[in-house]
């Protein structure tokens, strides 16, 4: 009599079922363990390089009474229930900004925070919904201390993983050279042929027509309902990120104040902030300010985006009262985001995100 058939669990799935295998299969695995195992050694070295630097690793709440105020960022959200029955709305932090800006309020110098956060309605090659943030600040320091920390950090995550070069969908990148800086203007003007000063005031304020006038004979389509932030945005994601960090990594910096939500006006050019943003292979990595410590200046910013925010989504996050009055206590700094599942991505050579993840988020 013929021994039963034993049915492997990873054999071939029926005809029916998705052509793919997932995450956990050993075969899957195998392929992405070398991706993981470079992620833990950059942590590592990462950490070491802050430590080495006298900064302090910190540990943020992840749930938030605000997950943050900008228009288009988009949070998980949940309830929170006291002993009592009473419910209360909290939210998944999508940056430990707030966390970390109270922590200077009440006297620390140097720290940073490498942890989870989470964003919803993102999920693609480069986007996931959970995912790693490295966030760092410096107490009086200069914005631009922080280029000089991302340049390092590009360098670093290269030589741990044993990489000479970046590269992704065709195109390369040094992470060893210096960085070119470049300030959204002049890219606005090599890349697209945009006149982007033309359409700022004085005091920051936008002028629609000016910019839309610019791009429009740039050939870039402008619909008649697009806000300067429509057609700003545009401009960026269609002629300006894709030419970005190729050859050597890129530092587009003095953003409008406009798209600059938290970043102070720069003290030479009002209409401009200290904000820049790191590129490499046409991939944005990092996000940085000289932070706004205006708590009035903030709050109204805030306003703004939470009015948008409803205008286009039809909803809204609260203002965290405590942040604001916190700020009115936090001294001059700099801080940085980096997308730090981005960055192990580019130094390994690996294809998509959630490669360089040791478990991702189940897809819906």
Known sequence: M???????????????????SPWWSPSKHQDRRPFLLARNRITAAVRDWFAQRDFLEIDAACLQVSPGNEAHLHAFS?????????????????????????????GEQRIFSLGKVWRNRERGPLHHPEFTMLEWYRVGQPYETLMDDCAALLAL?????????FSFRGLDCD?????????????FTRHAGVDLLASLGDGGQTDRDALAASATAAG???????????????VIVEKVEPNL???????????????????????????????????????????????????????????????EKQRVYGERYPIDDDFLAALEHMPPAAGSALGFDRLVLLA???????????VPVAEV
């Open 220 to 234: 870039i389509r402008v619909s008649a309902d697009d806000t300067w932030a429509d057609v700003f945005s545009r």
């Open 348 to 358: 390994t050579g690996a294809r998509r995100i959630d490669e360089v993840l040791w």
């Open 175 to 187: 992470p060893f050279a210096a960085p070119e800086r470049l300030t959204v203007a002049e890219a």
């Open 78 to 106: 949940t309830e929170a229930i006291s002993l009592t029955g009473e419910r209360a709305a909290l939210h998944l932090h999508t940056s430990p900004e707030f966390a970390c800006k109270k922590l200077l309020a009440a």
């Open 157 to 165: 995550a290269a030589e741990t993983a044993g990489t000479r070069l």
């Open 2 to 20: 013929a021994s039963p058939s034993v049915v492997s669990p990873f054999a071939s799935p029926p005809v029916s079922a998705p052509p793919y």
């Open 245 to 307: 960090g190729i050859g050597r990594a890129t530092v587009l910096c003095e953003y409008p104040t406009a798209e600059a939500a938290l970043a102070r006006p720069k003290p030479s050019d009002p209409r401009v902030a200290e904000r820049f943003e790191l590129y490499a292979c046409g991939v944005e990595l990092a996000n940085a300010f000289g932070e706004l410590t205006d708590a009035a200046e903030q709050r109204r910013r805030f306003v703004a985006e939470m009015d």
